[in-house]
């Protein structure tokens, strides 16, 4: 038995592969026919996430998520980032962009996760959002 592997870069891909084998009872390798199979290759990306304001003495705060693919001349990310506070979506919007929320006191979880695409794996991001309690004399 061996194999082989080989690296491809993100994209669609049309693969043929042959196997050599030797049937029971013949002594000679005999090949197979060629069989071509298609391969999508996804990017790996990469989701950051930050805050305008982190504490935040106001209730209004705006999130920025940035989605990265790591390949030089791959095709870049499209599709959607969701934003969720406290696992609730918030908001849906493109990649590479900005989401403004209105948070209550407290402590906050917003994640920002990438879809994916044909080209691109999904992927996400996390932070903890503090947000003050104002208070009127």
């Known amino acids: ?3 082989g592997a080989m690296t491809l870069p993100a994209g669609a891909h049309k693969v043929s592969v042959r196997r050599l084998w030797v049937p029971v009872g013949f002594t000679n390798p ?3 026919p060629v069989t071509t199979i298609d391969v999508n290759v996804r990017q790996i990306t990469t989701t950051s996430l930050s805050s305008s304001a982190n504490p935040s003495l106001s209730p209004g705060v705006t999130f920025t998520a940035n989605v990265q693919g790591g390949s030089p001349g ?3 990310p ?5 934003y969720a506070v406290n696992g609730a979506t918030y908001c849906t919007l493109g990649v590479n962009s900005v989401c403004a929320m209105t ?4 402590p906050h ?3 920002a996760t990438y879809s994916g ?21």
């Open 74 to 76: 791959a095709p870049a």
């Open 30 to 32: 005999m090949w197979e």
């Open 103 to 106: 948070l209550s006191p407290g």
């Open 78 to 82: 499209t599709g959607t980032v969701v």
């Open 117 to 137: 695409d044909a080209a691109n794996t999904p992927s996400s991001a996390t932070l903890q959002q503090w947000v003050g309690q104002t208070t009127t004399a």
């Open 109 to 111: 979880t917003i994640t």
């Open 1 to 3: 038995l061996s194999t």
